[in-house]
């Protein structure tokens, strides 16, 4: 037995993972991580493996970065946590200065999360309390898309619309107003662009929120990708249009920038492609760089100020959380941002992007291959069983997994999502490890299709 083989055996017995049937888990040789560095992660057992989804798309720096190390054990020998109720630290300071610099015009506030979740659920509690301070209290209700993810706390499920995560839920989540979003690959005319599916959605869209006008609180949506949706490109103008209908209806944008923010499209800030600027925005993932637990909210200052009061019971907004603005968290997260301009992310992002562009007409060649989305350094390939006849992959056939479990034979971490195989690896990935990611993506994806037949 291994010195990995007896960790294995060790969490079987006592631990219960995340989104993980444990049946399965039983028989997975799943890898036991020792260390990192760069875009690498090292088992037990000395295997080296590229990580193809920045350990669940948050590791935008890679790991073991020395400046990243740095900030933490900077911060450590200071003082390791202090609340932010009644009390302030500078790390905590800088780091909203510093979102505030690269967010879009108009917002002048950051409150703090530990997670996407809890910052999507201070989100939904800031534009509900908004308007409830301002008098309208009708407006209750929120506007959020099919396919969308927010996280996995019961507001932000109520706003998630990728149904095998919620169904089961159901009975416990608030009612909300969903609307689709274009797959414009899916439209049964073809692939490529299908302006009518594009339309078609809008329209949808807008009626509802011309029906609801009095009651909406605001529109949720995640920029120009959904992503735990399945890697799903958003058709150009698409989020403009749906400024737009905020903006018509008097309605808040929120903007859930939790996976695709800070870098992964190219931008600091996702909202920027589609050239829009939301009323909330949330970050989190990149921003604690895989390092510590960290999200934001980013708020106007006319959303600030509908919350100013006479005394601590009037319109205050009542949340917070026992580790909101940890300094340790917030000293990495500045470090990160740091790190972003001095090593100049965003041009390598745009480099790759291009190298992942050239790599598409070698996958579609692949039978299965049914759609390769990708913006910036994040690409989703969807596999079909027959793509002529939209004959979609059975849930048994774990195409996804196993598709991942061969690329990890072979030196890479993948997770996919569904059918989808996806590529989020960290944003310092270099040319050559890039196409060392590519080559085992694909090579995988063969030897799956072969095994199915
Ligand atoms: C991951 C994700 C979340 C949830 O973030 P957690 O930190 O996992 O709670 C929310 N929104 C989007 C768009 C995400 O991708």
Redesign the pocket.
Known sequence: MSLQDEWRKRDRKVLWHPFTQHRLWEREEFPVIEHGQGVYLYDLDGNKYLDGISS??VSAHGHNHPVLNRAIADQLSRVAHSTFLGLSHQPGIELAEELLKIAPQGLTRVFYAE??????EIALKMAFQYWQNRGEKKRKKFICFSNG?????IG?MSLGGVELFNQVYQPLLFEVLRAPLPRCYKCPKGRGDCEEDKWQCLAKLKTLAEEHSQELAGIII?PMVQ??GGMIVQPKGYLKAVEMLCRQHKILFIA?????GLGRLGKNIACELGFVQPDLL?L??ALGAGYL?I?AVLATEEIFSAFLGRHHQDQTFFHGHTYTANPLACSVALAGLELMKKEKRLENVNARARQIEQWIPKFNQLPSVFHFSRLGLLAGIELMKDREKYEEFMPDEMVGFQVARSARKRGAILRPLGNAIVLMPPLTISEKELDLLLRITWESIQEVLEELG
């Open positions: 669940l798309w997670n996407g979740a809890s910052a999507v993810y927010h996280g996995d706390t932000a995640e992503a735990a859930d920038e939790v996976a695709v949330v989190g993932k637990p999200a």
